[in-house]
């Protein structure tokens, strides 16, 4: 996986923030198209797409839902495209206060803002059972890489893409009448 | 030549930093004590004279008020942008749009049209020659300074300036995080810095982190039209009003007497900063106006503008992922930040008195300069890493964006997107790139259209074409091809948005080349003699070093030799006679170099610097 190369890590699923930092500046240090601007021309091209793959992956794993997701998507895992059933109802529900808000029935917005803060404390929550997943698939790199997890991984981020698109939905409605 | 350079440590020419303002323009070279401002302040002005000369600066200035239709200032404003997004600027500045103008720009001068990168250049020649006047020395390659917040049109355009003016840019560096450099120096080791630049004409905010010499830019925002211009105009349009109803005229047609109220305004808002009290004054045409405006009247008529610098400032914070009590210093660009409404404003924010040490006016061309001396490798232990202050991204179904790279990825920065065909058949792919923040394609900048052309012929959906969008360490796009199946580069026609092609820019590298046939013949011999002198210089040094005394006497008689032949041929006007003669002094002196070189290395292996 090119990005963990990039910045000489073995694969896996939880990283060392300050550690990765450090890399990532020992490795710019070393590659910046700024400290080639005098070489040759193949060498500053070499810098200047060496860099861009460090960059990338810096961006990439020091972010773990990002980095999940670029594991998953080099494990050839992809998305499964359903809503979580869960959680149907409580959107379906969601759906109707925000009509009514766009409609200017201000009596919405109590349930809205409820509804708000009820998904974001599962993003947390979410965000906790991905770090505990993770935490768990590293441990079986140790012997046979235990794949059932990353299907569960899966299923989590999922969630979270869709937890926080509601989050990002309501919010939207709940600042354009607030200005109104 | 080149041999003896190389023993004196300097083997490739100087490379300048310049600060390419709206207002002014400055040009900073890095010597072993520190950054350092060359010649003076030169105007960003351009005029035309009556014989077709064309000249920037200080003389370009004092002709924008005797003959304002042949003159031009504040044409950054223009960098990178079409005749269809300029009509705000249109209402306030008195640019003259040749008929001519479809994606790129062209002004009316007098009897001449130019582009606003041809412009530039002329402003970048002044730089050039003064700086070569200053050191003695030919200058080929700069590093330019660019507002953070310029997309990559307005980047491209400067670039375009640099190669017409006889410049490599070697790099174009964001002006607040130059101006960290120039701060950052012998200066705090670890911290987060937010850099408030605030100019003529345009306004930038970044926050960086600072870590042993690294500068690393957390997230950047602005407005790239938004300065002190803008209070001048806003100045200005008072006094019109003003005078529209004591004189019972409309002055604001009469290019001269604007440009003449213009610099009545903006001495009057200058001295704002320091006295409690100003007078706007103003005499055109035998009649004379008079206002007087204080501290407190100014303060709440630029209220709204300071206020407009502070919502970019907050998404910056945000962006960068740091509170306000974690930024450790404020620093202060911009002629702008004199103002003391500004000061307040700031310090309001973040809590904390903001640096103005620093001439708010020369620290950005420091810091380029600063930038210079880390490519030619003379700073070692500082580096910047910088980020790309808009989003990138392609156009999908129904008008939306697709974004790519995001806002405030560090730069350089690629992405990969696969493409492939809808109808059976199908030869080409279109993309269209786009730059901005918003959802909707109408919201973004339309930056280039992309042509995948020659598609082999297949059944739909079955082509695959991946399109890597790179952006480089000067925020500039390129897009590459290939064919997945076959791994064969994949042909793509680039149409800019705005902006000259290659084609024109060449075109115009060669016409200014033309223009100047006689001055650059001029300039050759010129040049040749800056080389004699410093090699002249150069050897008489030498004849101290201890070496020199290891020569034969056949050497340093074939030395003094070569040296009375290089004199007679100095004074003429062939270039080529004098280069003849400066590299038979070269072989001549190439045994004493050998030996300095020798010694030299012999002193860095002990770990001494030379």
Known sequence: ?180 | MSTFQIDFGNAQSTIVGIDLGTTNSLVAVMEPTGPRILSGIVPSVVSVTSDGQVIAGGDARAMLITHPERSVYSVKRLMGRGADDIQDELKLFPFHLADSSESVLRLQLGEKVMTPPEVSAHILRKLKNDAEAELGTPITQAVITVPAYFNDAQRQATKDAGRIAGLEVLRLVNEPTAAALAYGLDKRKEGIVAVYDFGGGTFDISILRLHDGIFEVLATNGDTHLGGDDIDNMLLRIAFEDIQSEWGQDISAKADAVQLLRRAVIEAKEKLSFVPSAVIHFEFGGKSYQREITVDVFNRLIEPIVERTLAPCRACIADAGVKVEDINEVVMVGGSTRIPLVRSAVEKLFRSRPHTELNPDEVVALGAAVQAGVLSGDVQDQLLLDVTPLSLGIETMGGLVSKLIHRNSTIPASASEQFTTAVDGQRNVLIHVIQGERELVKDCRSLARFDLKDLPLMPAGLARIEVRFLIDANGILSVTARDVRTGAEQSIDVKPSYGLSDEQVEAMILESFEKAGADFQERQVREARVEADSMLAAVEKARHDPTYRELTGAERNAIDASIQDLLTVYNGTDHLAIREKLDQLNGATLHLAENMMNTAVRGALKGTKI
């Open chain 1, 1 to 180: 996986m090119r990005f963990y190369e990039a910045l000489g890590l073995e694969p896996g699923l939880m990283l060392d923030a300050q550690d990765l930092q450090r890399r990532f500046y020992e490795r710019s240090r070393q590659w910046h198209p700024d400290r080639r601007a005098r070489a040759g021309a193949a060498e500053q091209q070499k810098a200047l797409e060496m860099t861009a793959v460090l960059n990338d992956a810096f961006r990439t794993l020091r972010d773990p839902v990002a980095r999940a997701g670029y594991f998953l998507e080099e494990h050839k895992i992809v998305s499964s495209k359903h809503p979580p059933a869960e959680l149907l109802e409580e959107v379906f529900e969601m759906n109707m206060a925000l009509d009514e808000l766009r409609r200017g029935d201000e009596s919405a917005r109590p349930q809205l803002i409820d509804a708000r803060d009820r998904f974001v404390k599962l993003l947390a929550e979410i965000d906790h059972g991905l770090s505990a997943l993770s935490i768990q698939y590293d441990k079986s790199l140790r012997g046979t890489p235990d794949e059932s997890l990353l299907l569960a991984i899966r299923g989590v981020l999922d969630r979270r893409q869709y937890v926080s698109n509601l989050i990002r939905d309501v919010e939207k409605e709940l600042n354009v009448h607030v200005s109104n």
